[in-house]
Nanobody
Framework: QVQLVESGGGLVQAGDSLRLSCAAS????????MGWFRQAPGKERDFVAA????????SYADSVKGEFTISRDSARDTVYLQMNSLKPEDTAVYYC?????????????????WGQGTQVTVSS
């Protein structure tokens, strides 16, 4: 079992940046494909970005390409989502997700483990 903990959310203005972090409790993330998803009020949870266990491969939703960057720091055993030029439509709860790298599946999902989420609110 992998317990994921997100942090870094908050209230920002349009055009600002935020960096979300995801760490695991009790287990290393080094052998997991990691993803970020978000869910806006009244909407389904959508894929945002993902990174392979090695960090060599990444994938992004079209809506965030060029503005969001996913990365992982093996020394800190943490996955990040750098979000630049935030817009009000980026307002959502952001979730970190993980799956064993041995599983062959699209980067967009499915994922085995989920964090509790962190709120990101972008004001206009």
């Amino acid at each position: 079992q992998v317990q994921l903990v997100e942090s870094g959310g908050g209230l920002v203005q349009a055009g600002d940046s935020l960096r979300l972090s995801c760490a695991a409790s009790g287990r290393t993330l080094s052998r997991y494909t990691m993803g970020w998803f978000r869910q806006a009020p009244g909407k389904e949870r959508d894929f945002v970005a993902a990174i392979s266990w090695s960090g060599r491969s990444t994938s992004y939703a079209d809506s965030v390409k060029g503005e969001f960057t996913i990365s992982r720091d093996s020394a800190r055993d943490t996955v990040y989502l750098q979000m630049n030029s935030l817009k009000p439509e980026d307002t959502a709860v952001y979730y970190c997700a993980a799956r064993d790298a041995i599983i062959v599946a699209p980067m967009t999902g499915p994922y085995e483990y989920w964090g509790q989420g962190t709120q990101v609110t972008v004001s206009s």
